[in-house]
C-alpha cells in the first residue's frame, strides 16, 4: 500500500498516444486527455514522480481477448461500412494506434493497482466495445482486455468491474456473460444508449434525471451486497462523467459535487476491504472542452483524498 502524507502518490497513467488528430467539432472529445492532463498537473496532483507510461500492446495480447478476424480488419483497415457506421468515428491510423495505446494504458493501470492498491489511467473505459465489433466510440474494451491479459500472466484469477458511466457497459457483458471469474456491475440510464442492453451480473437502469441522492441510495445499497458474495483479485472502475446533469449525452442530473461523492465512496469501500483498484476516465461529453477535462479530474481528486492523505 502507499506510504501517507507524500506528494503526488497516485500512481497516474498517460501517454501522449491517447489523442491524435480528430475534428476538433466531434461529440466525442479528444482534446480532453491532453487537456485533463493539464488540469491534474496544475492542480499538483501529476508530476513526472507518479507519471506512469505503459509500453504499446501488441495484437498476441489483443487476441487474449478480441476475436482474431476483428483485429485483423481494425488493424488493416477493413471495417466494413455497417461496421465503420457501428464504431461512430471517423477512422484513420491514428484513432486506431490512440486506441491500442489506451487499452496498452488500462493494462499497466492494473498492474500497478496489484502493487500499490490504486492507479488512475488518464484515459480508458471503451466498455461499447465488443469481442467482434466496435461500438459507440469504442473499438478495443479497454478493461476487457486488461483483464484477460492479467489472468493470462497469472496476476489475478478474478475481477470485478464496476462500471459507473451512464451508458451499459454492453461490450463489457458481451466478454464475460458466461464468465464467472468476472464480475460486472453496472449502473446506467434506462433509455440511454445502447438501446439493447446486454445482460450483466448486476444491472441497475435508472430513470432520467436521478439526482445525487437517489442515485448515492442506490449505490450505497448494491456495492457492499456484491462485495459480500464476491471478492475479486482487482476491481477496474470506469467513473464515467456522463450522469452529470449537464453532459450532452447523460440524461441524469448528477452534480459535480455528486459525482465527486460517488467516486469517494467507491474508493472508500475498496480501500476498507484492502481490494486493489484501477479506475479509468470512462465517458463525458460537453462543448466546453476545459470544463469536460476539469469534471474529468474527479475520480484523480477523490484517489487522492482517499488513499492520499
Ligand atoms: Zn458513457
Request: some cysteine; overall charge negative.
Amino acid at each position: 500500500m502507499i506510504e501517507k502524507n507524500s506528494k503526488n502518490i497516485i500512481p497516474i497513467i498517460y501517454h501522449e498516444g491517447y489523442s491524435t488528430e480528430f475534428p476538433i467539432e466531434h461529440r466525442f472529445v479528444m482534446r480532453k486527455f491532453p487537456l485533463l492532463v493539464e488540469v491534474l498537473q496544475k492542480e499538483g496532483i501529476l508530476s513526472e514522480n507518479n507519471l506512469y507510461t505503459p509500453n504499446l500492446i501488441n495484437r498476441e495480447d489483443l487476441l487474449l481477448a478480441h476475436e482474431k478476424s476483428y483485429v485483423d480488419r481494425v488493424l488493416t483497415a477493413n471495417l466494413s461500412k455497417e461496421e465503420l457506421r457501428e464504431m461512430g468515428l471517423p477512422y484513420s491510423p491514428g484513432l486506431i494506434d490512440r486506441v491500442l495505446w489506451e487499452v496498452s494504458g488500462t493494462i499497466l493501470a492494473g498492474e500497478i493497482a496489484l502493487k500499490y492498491g490504486i492507479a488512475c489511467n488518464a484515459g480508458g473505459g471503451t466498455h461499447h466495445a465488443h469481442p467482434s465489433k466496435a461500438s459507440g466510440f469504442c473499438i478495443f474494451n479497454d478493461i476487457a482486455t486488461a483483464v484477460r491479459v492479467l489472468q493470462f500472466r497469472k496476476k489475478i484469477k478474478t475481477a470485478l468491474i464496476i462500471d459507473l458511466d451512464v451508458h451499459q457497459g454492453d461490450g463489457n457483458n458481451a466478454f464475460f456473460g458466461e464468465d464467472n471469474s468476472v464480475f460486472v456491475f453496472s449502473m446506467h440510464g434506462e433509455k440511454n444508449f445502447p438501446l439493447r442492453k446486454v445482460k450483466g451480473d448486476l444491472d441497475i437502469a435508472l430513470p432520467d434525471e436521478i439526482g445525487d441522492l437517489e442515485y448515492m441510495n442506490i449505490l450505497r445499497e448494491a456495492l457492499p451486497e456484491i462485495l459480500n458474495k464476491f471478492s475479486p483479485d482487482l476491481v477496474f472502475y470506469d467513473a464515467g462523467i456522463d450522469p452529470f446533469e449537464g453532459d450532452t449525452l447523460g440524461k441524469l442530473s448528477l452534480s459535480e459535487q455528486g459525482l465527486l461523492d460517488r467516486d469517494i465512496y467507491v474508493l472508500t469501500t475498496l480501500h476498507n476491504l484492502s481490494l486493489p483498484v484501477a479506475t479509468v476516465i470512462g465517458g463525458g461529453y460537453d462543448k466546453d472542452h476545459y470544463a469536460l477535462a476539469n469534471r474529468h479530474g474527479i475520480i484523480f481528486r477523490a484517489a487522492e483524498r482517499v488513499f492520499g492523505f
